[in-house]
C-alpha cells in the first residue's frame, strides 16, 4: 500500500535551515509529482510546493519562495524540502502529498498524504 | 485570509445532512477541479472528493460533491459521530500557478 513518511523536523532558531525528507513506498515514486502542504497551530492547510514527477518543474507558494527548494532523489524514492532562513510563522506540521491529475501545467489535487513533521522556529 | 471561502463551522446531529460551501473565482475554481479532503488533527489528512464529484474508493457514498461555476459544495448525508472533523476544499489556481484552499470547515456531530 502506499506509504508517505516523512522526517527530518526539530526546533530551529529563526534564520537557521533546517532539510526535511519524505520516504515514499508502495508505488513507483518516479511516476508521481509530489506536493509539500503546511499546517501551523490553530491554522488551516497551506499548499507550499510542487515537484513534477522527474523534477523538471516546480511550484512555490509566494510565501516561501526564494527560501524553499523542493527536490527529489527518483533513486532513493525520496522527497525533499530545503528550508532556510526560516522565521517564526514557519511553524507547522509539515505534510507531504502524492499530486494527482497531472497536465502539463498543473496537478488537480492530493490522493496520498504523510503523517507529517513538525518544524518549530524560536529562539 | 484564505483564497477560498469556507464557513468557519457547521453541525448536525447523527443521520441529518448537511452542506459546505466553498466560494472561489474564475481562475481556480471557474478553471479547475474542486477537491474535498477530511483532516482529523494529529492523523494524515484524508482524500473525500476529487474532479468535483469522484468518490475515491472506500470513501461512503453517504459524501457527495459538486460545483457550478466558481463555487462548490460537499454534502454529508447520514450524518455520523465519526465524521467529526475538519473538512478543506482546494483547487488549483491559474493566476497563482499553485493550489489554494479554504480556511477549513469544523463539523461537529451534536
Known amino acids: 500500500q502506499v506509504q508517505l513518511v516523512e522526517s527530518g523536523g526539530g526546533v530551529v532558531q529563526p534564520g537557521r535551515s533546517l532539510r526535511l525528507s519524505c520516504a515514499a513506498s508502495?508505488?513507483?515514486?518516479?511516476?508521481?509529482?509530489m506536493h509539500w502542504v503546511r499546517q501551523a497551530p490553530g491554522k488551516g492547510l497551506e499548499w507550499v510546493t510542487l515537484i513534477w514527477f522527474d523534477g523538471s518543474k516546480k511550484f512555490y507558494a509566494d510565501s516561501v519562495k526564494g527560501r524553499f527548494t523542493i527536490s527529489r532523489d527518483n533513486s532513493k524514492s525520496t522527497l525533499y524540502l530545503q528550508v532556510d532562513s526560516l522565521r517564526a510563522e514557519d511553524t507547522a506540521v509539515y505534510y507531504c502529498?502524492?499530486?494527482?491529475?497531472?497536465?502539463?501545467?498543473?496537478?488537480?489535487?492530493?490522493?496520498?498524504w504523510g503523517q507529517g513533521t513538525l518544524v518549530t522556529v524560536s529562539s | 485570509q484564505s483564497v477560498l471561502t469556507q464557513p468557519p463551522s457547521a453541525s448536525g446531529t447523527p443521520g441529518q445532512r448537511v452542506t459546505i460551501s466553498c466560494s472561489g473565482s474564475s481562475s481556480n475554481i471557474g478553471s479547475n477541479t474542486v477537491n474535498w479532503y477530511q483532516h482529523l488533527p494529529g492523523t494524515a489528512p484524508k482524500l473525500l472528493i476529487y474532479?468535483?464529484?469522484q468518490r475515491p474508493s472506500g470513501v461512503p457514498d453517504r459524501f457527495s460533491g459538486s460545483k457550478s461555476g466558481t463555487s462548490a459544495s460537499l454534502a454529508i448525508s447520514g450524518l455520523q459521530s465519526e465524521d467529526e472533523a475538519d473538512y478543506y476544499c482546494a483547487a488549483w489556481d491559474d493566476s497563482l500557478n499553485g493550489v489554494v484552499f479554504g480556511g477549513g470547515t469544523k463539523l461537529t456531530v451534536l
Open positions: 502529498a502524492r499530486a494527482r491529475a497531472c497536465s502539463t501545467t498543473r496537478c488537480q489535487y492530493f490522493d496520498y
Open positions: 474532479s468535483n464529484n
Open positions: 508502495g508505488f513507483t515514486f518516479s511516476n508521481f509529482g
